[in-house]
């Protein structure tokens, strides 16, 4: 039976059978029965590879993290995710580095990783645990962000909005006017790293 595992672009966790192309962890979330009894643990959700070091979970074992899973890099930063410092090295360091140059934060250099995260989880989640959007003008918005359209969710990549789904990329649309206000669900921090050069993985749906 599928469990409830899978996160969107605004970072609700849905039932969904297919698993996706990364993991992520937000800390224990599930009770003894493997239900989601919570929508996170700690403010550090990371980003992993699917599989490090030969290492086998249980999905949802007792007293270990919830495995979560995404369709792409796309949607877990879109969640508010970032990459793990361990099974992703390389790629935590370019995220570091590039959150370094875009923040506004007055200690760039010396910013630590739970720093990040605290900036981050402002960005993402409201005191009432809702998903923070903002808006702005589609000029703004950088390829890789995605924005709210109804109750859609639409990926902003190679010159179309591209409309997501658990199952890949579906149908095409054009993109808004440039001076047109958008909901857009991408951590500000991270549309603007998107802007100094940073390229989300996305899922090979997009070009089909």
């Given amino acids: 039976m599928p469990l409830q595992n899978r996160v969107d672009p605004l970072g609700n966790l849905t039932t969904v059978a297919s698993r996706g192309a990364f993991l992520g962890n937000r800390g224990i979330l599930h009770d003894e029965s493997r239900k989601i009894v919570k929508p996170w643990a700690h403010k550090n959700w990371v980003i992993c590879e699917l599989s490090f070091k030969g290492i086998k979970r249980e999905l949802f074992s007792p007293s ?9 890099e796309a949607t877990a930063l879109s ?3 970032r990459p793990c410092a361990r099974c992703r090295r390389q790629r935590f360091n370019e995220f570091k580095l590039l ?7 007055p200690d760039k ?3 630590s ?31 890789g962000s995605f924005i709210a359209i109804g109750k859609e969710t639409y990926l902003f990549w190679s010159g179309s909005l591209h409309k997501w789904s658990h199952h890949g990329y579906t149908e095409a649309r054009s993109l808004p006017s440039q001076n047109e206000t958008v909901s857009v ?8 790293m998107y802007k100094a050069g940073f390229k989300p993985l996305v899922h090979s749906s997009i070009y089909s």
């Avoid at 669900?185 to 603007?192: A, G």
Wanted: aromatic share 12%; no cysteine.
């Fill in 64 to 72: 270990s993290y919830s495995e979560l899973f995404f369709l792409d």
């Fill in 99 to 105: 959150w370094g140059e875009v923040s506004s934060s």
């Fill in 79 to 81: 969640a508010g995710h």
């Fill in 185 to 192: 669900i991408t951590p500000y921090t991270i549309v603007q």
């Fill in 109 to 111: 250099v010396s910013m």
């Fill in 113 to 143: 990783v739970p720093e990040i995260d605290k900036q981050l989880h402002l960005e993402r989640a409201s005191r009432n645990r809702d998903k923070v959007l903002y808006s702005a003008n589609f000029s703004e918005v950088s390829e």
